[in-house]
Structure formats: C-alpha cells, structure tokens
Nanobody
Framework: QVQLVESGGGLVQTGGSLSLSCVAS????????VAWFRQAPGKERESVGS????????NMSDSVKGRFTLVRDNAKNTVYLHMTRLKPDDTAVYYC?????????????WGQGTQVTVSS
C-alpha cells in the first residue's frame, strides 16, 4: 500500500505561480510512476502530467506544457508540481496518484486532493 498527501494549494492571481507537493509513504519502493490529475467543478478529471519514479522524464499534458513542470525527489518520496503563468481555467482540485502494485490497474493510489483557485 502507498499513502499520498498533497499540499500547497491555495488562492493565486492570474499569471501567478504555485507549487504543490505530493508526499508518498508506505511501500514507496514499489512505485512505478506518479501522476497529477485535476478536476474542476462540473468537468471530468483530466491528467496534468506524470513522471517515472525511477527515471524521471516527466510528461505533461498539452494544456499545461510550458507552464507546469513535475519534479521528483526520491530521497524525500515527494513529487512536486510547479505551476507558473496560472490561468482561471487552472482552477480545480489537484490530486496526485501513484501506479504501484496492489493498487489495481493504472493509478490505484490517490491522495485527498488540494484546491487551487486562480482569480481573474
């Protein structure tokens, strides 16, 4: 089992920056990949990006590419989502998720989410 705790959400103005953290605990040695997702009110959940736990090499969705980056710190069992040039459309609850054995197919372990609100 892997447990995840996100933090760092808050209120920011358009054009501002914010960094989210996702700290993993439990069987972290079994993690294959970590991803961030977001869900805005009335919208379906969408992928923000993912990173291979061992090799790094993040992949970002087109909607955030060039503005958001993923950085992993294996020593701290933490993945950071650095967000810049934020827009009101980025307002959502952001979740991190882990692909690891025991979680079923895909990203089976999820955090509780953290709210990001971008004011216009």
């Amino acid at each position: 089992q892997v447990q995840l705790v996100e933090s760092g959400g808050g209120l920011v103005q358009t054009g501002g920056s914010l960094s989210l953290s996702c700290v993993a605990s439990g069987r972290t040695s079994s993690i294959h990949a970590v991803a961030w997702f977001r869900q805005a009110p009335g919208k379906e959940r969408e992928s923000v990006g993912s990173v291979n736990w061992r090799f790094g090499d993040p992949n970002m969705s087109d909607s955030v590419k060039g503005r958001f980056t993923l950085v992993r710190d294996n020593a701290k069992n933490t993945v950071y989502l650095h967000m810049t040039r934020l827009k009101p459309d980025d307002t959502a609850v952001y979740y991190c998720a882990v692909h690891a054995p025991g979680g079923g197919p895909g990203y089976g372990f999820w955090g509780q989410g953290t709210q990001v609100t971008v004011s216009s």
